[in-house]
């Protein structure tokens, strides 16, 4: 975990985001990745984040081996809306 988040975060989360964005993506005048990719946009974000945390000693947590992993493993998984419930 982190309790701070540093400019230098902010900064390396834009640049996952803006390197995540294809030359598909640029032709057709969009400047986010599509959003049925923000899962995987989301956990490379999230993974360079905790990177820079680690690297600027403010991560309250080992090191895990395999961040992007990690990152996988912790994210929120929204349950599926059951036709019942919709009443």
């Known amino acids: 975990g982190l309790k701070h988040v540093t400019d230098t975060m902010f900064l390396k989360a834009a640049q996952s985001l803006s390197s995540q964005v294809t030359p ?48 996988n493993i912790h994210m929120y998984r929204p349950a599926p809306i059951s036709p019942a419930s919709k009443l």
């Open 24 to 71: 598909k993506d640029d032709a057709v005048g969009c400047l986010y990745p599509p959003l049925s990719k923000i899962r995987q946009v989301s956990a490379q974000i999230a993974a360079v984040v905790v990177e820079e945390g680690d690297r600027s000693n403010l991560a309250t947590r080992p090191r895990p081996r395999n961040i992007l992993e990690a990152v």
